[in-house]
């Protein structure tokens, strides 16, 4: 089967500047994270989404940081204005009946200048 | 709260020794435990999982038992190989399936 799917893979922008990210789950999982990953850290959730409704996004900085997953499949992840603290690799995940079980896209590396 | 704390790298073994990397986790409830593995330009990938005490996971060579006495899941191989040379990262899932990783421990295995 198909894994996770993200894109871009890479992206240089500067501070202030939006950028999305999207993330295409393993056809029928229901559960879908987004965590970010900074350099010598381990990933840190940012959202979790069952179907199309949100679970927890106790740790995503509203202020600046949206996600959507209109359909409950795929899901984007914006950042409007990008702040240099943002580098990081932004890993999309998601999970199936087994809900242990989360498998990982590649992930983004955002790199803010 | 939940969180996890890992032993920190890098490690740099010789192939054929014996690896172990500690983990110990704080939880509320029974979490269930995970190792995940990231090689060299990919994505996290499950090691191995325990949902309970006394579980022991294992796969590729590594082991890793959940001892809820001592709140830890150490990762172990009898001999590693270049192959397993990757980044460590012992997590776990608490209620809600909220997943908490540690900091990842980079291993460089040299022939």
């Known amino acids: 089967e198909a894994g996770v799917a993200q894109s871009p893979r890479y992206k240089i922008i500067e501070k202030r500047q939006s950028v999305a990210f999207w993330c295409n789950p393993i056809?029928?999982?229901?559960?879908l994270y987004w965590y970010q990953q900074i350099l010598g850290q381990g990933p840190k959730l940012l959202i979790q989404?069952?179907?199309?409704?949100?679970?927890?996004d106790s740790q995503l900085p509203k202020d600046r940081f949206s996600a959507e997953r209109l359909k409950g499949v795929d899901s984007t992840l914006k950042i409007q204005p990008a702040k240099l603290e943002d580098s990081a690799v932004y890993l999309c995940a998601s999970s199936g009946l087994i809900s242990y079980e989360q498998y990982f896209g590649p992930g983004t590396r955002l790199t803010v200048t | 709260g939940n969180s996890v704390t890992q032993m920190e790298g890098p490690v740099t073994l010789s192939e054929e020794a014996f690896l172990t990397i500690n983990c110990t986790y704080t939880a509320t409830g029974y979490p269930s435990l995970f190792w995940y593995v990231q090689y060299p330009g990919e994505g996290l990938q499950l090691l191995l999982k325990?949902?309970?005490?006394?579980d022991k996971g294992s796969n590729k060579g590594f082991e890793a038992t959940y001892r809820k006495e001592t709140t830890s899941f150490h990762l172990e191989k009898g001999s590693v190989q270049v192959s397993d040379s990757a980044v460590y990262f012992c997590a776990l899932s608490a209620t809600g399936n909220q997943f908490y990783f540690g900091t990842g421990t980079s291993l460089t295995v040299i022939p």
């Open positions: 989404f069952q179907n199309n409704g949100v679970v927890d």
């Open positions: 056809s029928g999982h229901a559960t």
């Open positions: 325990a949902t309970k005490a006394d």
